[in-house]
Structures are given as structure tokens and as C-alpha cells.
């Protein structure tokens, strides 16, 4: 991975790592089923690089506009313990993270979508990350854009971004 100094020095400062989740660790596809289910795919690598972010002491936390019982199931399965679902503002989100615990500076912050920008913004926030799938707006307000689409890894590529970068990369 080559990285830019900028680039570097940015990824170098994380804490925390916040997370969207439909268009970034799913591909933004909803399906429905007759019966009212609802499904989500979420790739897997995507869950042992969060896994290995957290075992390097990088908090991670999921923010969605949506409700899931789908979202929660794969919250615990990955013991992410700072999750909100239903976020009506993303911003006041990030600040009830924070009371809950979450770094209050430093962070990374993933999304691709327009309302993800209010994340990007936060205060808390210093790096921002987009999709190349993500809204115009999304990835014009990114400090980086992904290589990978969301749902396909997205996790894979910024956990190497951000170990590399703190001299952590245990590969």
C-alpha cells in the first residue's frame, strides 16, 4: 500500500472508526422478502479486519439512519459495543457515542452518502473516508476514497490504511 504523507500523518492519528453500514459494509442493496424480512450481506473479511482493528485498541462504532435486527446481529457478532441505529442526525450520534465512551477526538469516520457528511464534519472527527460507490457529495467531502466498493471489503482496505500507518500492521 503506498501511502502519501498527508495521508499518513492523517491515518497515524486514529482512535476510533465510525462506521455507515448500507453502501459501506453492505452494498446498499436492500432485499425484502414477501414476508417482511429483511436482508443484508456483509462480506466477511470486513469482519476479521474490525476484529483486528479493535485487538489494536482502534474503538469501532456503527451509525445508521436505518433500523436492523441484521445490523444488531452482526454488531454483537463482531462485539461492537457502540452502535446506533435510527440516527435521526449522525452528528448528535457521534456525540451520544462519545458520552457512551467512544474517543472524543481522533477518529475516523466511513460513509457514502450524503447525510454521512455531518459525520465527516464532527468535531471528534479528523479523518474521513468514502466509497468510490459513495454519493458525489460523500466522496467530495473525503479525506480518502477506497479502492474497494461498499460491501466489498471496504473494512480490509482501511484496517491495513490505518495499522500501516501507526506501524501496527501485523502482516
Known amino acids: 500500500m503506498d501511502l502519501n504523507p498527508a495521508l499518513t500523518q492523517l491515518a497515524s492519528t486514529v482512535r ?3 462506521f455507515d453500514v448500507d453502501g459501506v459494509l453492505t452494498n446498499g442493496q436492500i432485499t425484502y422478502s414477501d414476508d417482511g424480512h429483511e436482508y443484508k450481506t456483509f462480506h466477511v473479511q470486513d469482519g476479521a479486519s474490525i476484529k483486528l482493528l479493535q485487538r489494536h485498541n482502534i474503538a469501532v462504532g456503527i451509525i445508521t439512519g436505518r433500523r436492523s435486527p441484521t445490523v444488531a446481529r452482526r454488531a454483537r457478532e ?6 446506533i441505529q435510527g440516527a435521526q442526525s449522525k452528528a448528535l450520534a ?5 458520552e457512551q465512551g467512544f474517543p ?8 457514502d452518502d450524503i447525510q454521512d457528511v455531518d ?7 479528523a479523518f474521513s473516508i468514502s466509497v468510490p460507490n459513495g454519493h458525489p457529495v460523500a466522496r467530495a467531502q473525503a479525506h480518502w476514497i477506497t479502492q474497494r466498493s461498499g460491501g466489498t ?18 502482516f
Do not use: C, K, M
Open 16 to 18: 476510533g472508526i465510525i
Open 78 to 83: 463482531l462485539d461492537i459495543s457502540y452502535l
Open 94 to 98: 457521534v456525540d451520544t457515542l462519545i
Open 104 to 111: 472524543a477526538a481522533g477518529n475516523a469516520a466511513v460513509g
Open 119 to 125: 459525520v465527516f464534519n464532527h468535531p471528534s472527527v
Open 153 to 170: 471489503g471496504v473494512a480490509v482496505e482501511i484496517a491495513e490504511l490505518l495499522l500501516r500507518a501507526q506501524d501496527t500492521w501485523p
